[in-house]
């Protein structure tokens, strides 16, 4: 596929070339383009570039205008204040550069990355055993958006999905399953994601309750613990069948999110146990970490505790067991090395910021990560109830994940039901398809238009209303455009750049344009949020454009007609693009 110029791009050759023409010193100096609204487009960089030159701004920026190769690109350039330039394209420039998306149908004229590096990202981490909360729902969320936005980008990523599946918690299980041997029986063949959560539940509940009461238990499942970090068979096979029994839940919960989960990206704390030994040698024997009263630590010059004493990052403990340190070190060593990435991204909680700004230094000092590798942890802020605390139940515990999802799809469910008896479009399935659709994407959205780092509060009430910045008004958008195109007779989308722009139309083909130059902000940033402030603006410029210029009645002039279907259409298939890099349907209908 050919890149597509935008009009940015070609805006930005022009003024560039007349720069280095009004100031050949300069050379390849940059315009500091960017999106304006006094006009256009708005160029700042004259004036460092006079500053440097010891020259006058506003006569500088005046020169340039005269170099300004205008063509069929630039209507108008003028000079604003101390020396900022103002430009407004041409309606033609604006309606030639869509019909050059336009052309390509898959990728909406978005290049793929020239040189694409490999990004491992580690999102989405359950614990094995332990049913999955509120609280994993930002990891998932998040980390899923990026993946798909990288990916589209032409980076290849490589996903991973750290679950815990490791730790003393096992032994209690494992032994207690040893003496209750069909406590996890499948008697009626394949169980469900709910069922396997309960039997879980179910059988945590019982072993620690034994384990609280019974010592004799209690020694047992210590060292059946030991038998575990040995890899003794037996031992191994009963912790497995834990692992698996959990991705049947997990799995069922994905499924909900619309999250596609693959077996192979499941590499959990189990997975680096092989790397412990040899990580810890490696970080000794370089002097990166040292003994401390028994114990392999690293210590930071910036890192202190309350009493003002240094606060280490423990590898090892002084009993020989391996702190999350160990594995998270051997996870960087094995992501490098082995799938050879050049970038890790972590969607990991806020809360655990310091513990990974120690991991990453130490994997630099250790070499794994320089100038041509980095980590780099996406934090998240908290999902926050109504009131702005923690999400809890009414009786203060932990919210269950799959209880809030349905919780959604069934508000979403009713929304629909009930827009639908005005036009009685869809049949019981189709709302109940689109009800499932619309209450996930509500809960996506809701956390995907909030920076990552920022806590937001979880209020299905705005999250599926029509009105607002939701996705259920952008989806509203995408299908009533959709609907336009039922009722358009024989008239097709087809571009006419000799035709002069209504305002409306202006604004929303010139919005239509920065779709490729926002993917690549947010590709870059991990944010995002701004390409859900992207598609808002966009449904929003929709809407103006709907309301003051008619596409079906009362009819234009045929080629007006085509000229509006063909902005309609643009538009439909960049919000439908959008919403999919953020893991969100859009039905044709609602």
């Avoid at 900022?84 to 998306?101: M, S």
């Avoid at 077996?263 to 490696?282: I, K, P």
Wanted: hydrophobic content about 40%; glycine content about 8%.
């Amino acid at each position: 596929m050919a890149s597509v110029t935008s009009l940015t791009a070609s805006v930005h050759q022009r003024l560039a070339d007349a720069l280095s023409a009004a100031l050949p010193e300069a050379g390849s100096a940059d315009p500091l383009l960017r999106r304006s609204d006094r006009a256009d487009f708005q160029a700042n960089g004259i004036l460092a570039l006079a500053k440097k030159a010891k020259a006058n701004p506003r006569e500088l920026a005046t020169q340039v205008v005269e170099r300004v190769e205008s063509g069929d690109v630039i209507k108008d350039i003028e000079v604003s204040g101390p020396g900022f330039l103002n430009i407004t394209v041409t309606d033609r420039a604006i309606v030639t550069n869509l019909a050059e998306r336009y052309a390509d149908d898959e990728r909406l004229g978005v290049p793929r990355a020239e040189n694409p590096g490999t990004t491992v990202i580690d999102y989405a981490q359950p614990n094995v055993a332990k049913e999955m909360h509120v609280g994993h729902l930002r990891s998932a969320v998040i980390g899923d958006a990026v993946v798909q936005i990288l990916e589209f980008t032409g980076e290849s990523v490589v996903r991973r999905h750290h679950i815990g599946d490791w730790g003393t918690q096992f032994g209690m299980l494992i032994q207690y399953l040893i003496e209750h041997p069909h406590e996890l029986d499948h008697k009626g063949g394949e169980v469900s994601g709910e069922e396997a959560m309960s039997n879980l539940n179910r059988l945590y509940k019982a072993a620690r309750t034994v384990f609280d009461s019974d010592e004799e238990f209690k020694t047992r499942a210590r060292l059946r613990v030991v038998d575990l970090q040995a890899g003794e068979p037996e031992t191994l096979a009963l912790w497995q069948t834990f692992v698996n029994e959990s991705k049947i839940y997990f799995n069922s919960v994905f499924d909900k999110l619309d999250m596609e989960i693959r077996d192979a990206d499941v590499v959990g704390e189990s997975g680096y146990n092989d790397m412990l030994e040899e990580t810890c040698r490696l970080l000794e024997e370089s002097g990166v970490a040292v003994r401390s009263d028994g114990a392999l630590c690293v210590f930071f010059d910036d890192v202190k505790g309350p009493d003002g004493n240094p606060v280490p990052l423990i590898v090892k403990k002084s009993d020989g067991g391996y702190g999350y340190a160990a594995t998270d070190l051997s996870a960087i060593r094995d992501r490098v090395v082995s799938l050879k990435a050049d970038s890790l991204i972590y969607v990991v909680d806020a809360r655990q910021s310091l513990h990974f700004k120690m991991v990453f230094e130490t994997a630099r000092r250790a070499g794994w990560l320089n100038d041509d590798v980095k980590a780099h942890q996406l934090a998240f802020g908290t999902v926050l109830g109504k009131d702005g605390k923690p999400f809890k139940t009414r009786e203060g515990e932990t919210v269950r994940l799959v209880d809030l999802l349905d919780e959604a799809i069934d508000r979403a469910t009713a929304v629909v039901r009930e827009k639908d008896e005005e036009s009685g479009l869809l049949s019981e399935p189709e709302i109940e398809e689109n009800g499932r659709y619309v209450g996930i994407g509500a809960v996506k959205y809701a956390d995907l238009s909030t920076s990552a780092v920022r806590d937001y509060k979880f209020d299905l009430d705005q999250m599926v209303s029509l009105n607002g910045d939701t996705s259920v008004y952008l989806q509203y958008a995408y299908a009533r455009i959709r609907s336009i195109f039922g009722k358009a007779g024989d008239r097709k989308p087809v571009a006419h750049p000799e035709l002069e722009l209504a305002p409306a139309e202006r604004a929303l083909g010139l919005h239509l344009d920065r779709f490729g130059e926002t993917l690549d902000e947010v590709a870059a940033e991990y944010a995002p949020h701004k390409l859900a402030a992207y598609l808002y603006q966009l449904a929003s410029l929709y809407t103006t454009f709907y309301g003051q210029c008619p596409v079906i009645k009362p009819a234009p002039a045929q080629e007006v007609a085509e000229n509006r279907l063909f902005l309609c259409d643009l538009t439909a298939r960049t919000l439908h693009q959008g919403m999919a890099l953020l893991g969100i349907r859009t039905p044709e209908r609602l």
